[in-house]
């Protein structure tokens, strides 16, 4: 199975701020990777696949980057409502596997 | 635009069996493969079966396999997962999915196992 280890797991950040998440996979995955926020009680949003491209709707505040094995997920200028979790995904192959997430809260 | 509903979910006890469903709108779902995702209590996600568009083809994880059957129906926009032999661990919300790329989700169903 391919793991996928986000780093950090917490980040505390403030509004305006620019933050970036790394999502790291334990063997190469091309760029089949998506990234995801979500809030208490609701599904995960989809923001970024294929590694980079942008989700449609979703703000240009996000992007991603990255092949192979390791992937970062930028979000900058900070809005209030971006504060979530975060999760990547590898769509390599199965069993589909998920990042542990990274939960970004307001400082 | 993608319309993933859930339903099915509720309280059973260990050794139980549970269906849920999930109805789906808003795009060709005879020609669309789904997935389902469980995420347990404060928990993140984790992968439980994939179908293919035409039912043909079944993946599932070690965690639930041989226990769990999805199935479809396309007649009825409708995708299934059966839940048999049920276990604490296995409360979570089901979430199911669809997509190549990246997925659209559902609102999720509450399955709790528990005596």
């Known amino acids: 199975d391919i793991q996928l280890t986000q780093s950090p797991s917490f980040l505390s950040a403030s509004v305006g701020d620019r933050v970036t998440i790394t999502c790291r996979a334990s063997?190469?995955?091309?760029?089949?990777l998506a990234w995801y926020h979500q809030k208490p009680g609701t599904a995960p949003k989809l923001l970024i696949y294929?590694?980079?491209t942008l989700q449609s709707g979703v703000p240009s505040r996000f992007s991603g980057s990255g092949s192979g094995t390791e992937f970062t997920l930028t979000i900058t200028s900070l809005q209030p409502e971006d504060f979530a979790t975060y999760y990547c995904?590898?769509?390599?192959?199965?069993?589909?596997?998920f990042g542990q997430g990274t939960r970004l809260e307001i400082k | 635009q993608v319309q993933l509903v859930e339903s099915g979910g509720g309280v059973v006890q260990p050794g139980g069996s549970l269906r849920l469903s999930c109805e789906a709108s808003?795009?060709?779902?005879?020609?669309?493969?789904m997935h389902w995702v469980r995420q347990a209590p404060g928990k993140g996600l984790e992968w439980v079966a994939f179908?293919?568009?035409?039912?043909?083809?079944?993946y599932y994880a070690d965690s639930v396999k041989g226990r769990f059957t999805v199935s479809r129906d396309n007649s009825k926009s409708t995708l299934y997962l059966q839940l048999n032999s049920l276990r604490p661990e296995d409360t979570a919300v089901y979430y199911c999915?669809?997509?190549?790329?990246?997925?659209?989700w559902g609102q999720g169903t509450l399955v709790t196992v528990s005596s």
């Open positions: 999915a669809e997509g190549v790329g990246g997925w659209y």
């Open positions: 179908i293919r568009y035409d039912g043909n083809n079944k």
């Open positions: 995904q590898q769509l390599n192959s199965y069993p589909i596997t």
């Open positions: 294929a590694a980079s």
């Open positions: 808003g795009f060709t779902f005879s020609s669309s493969g």
């Open positions: 063997q190469g995955i091309s760029s089949f």
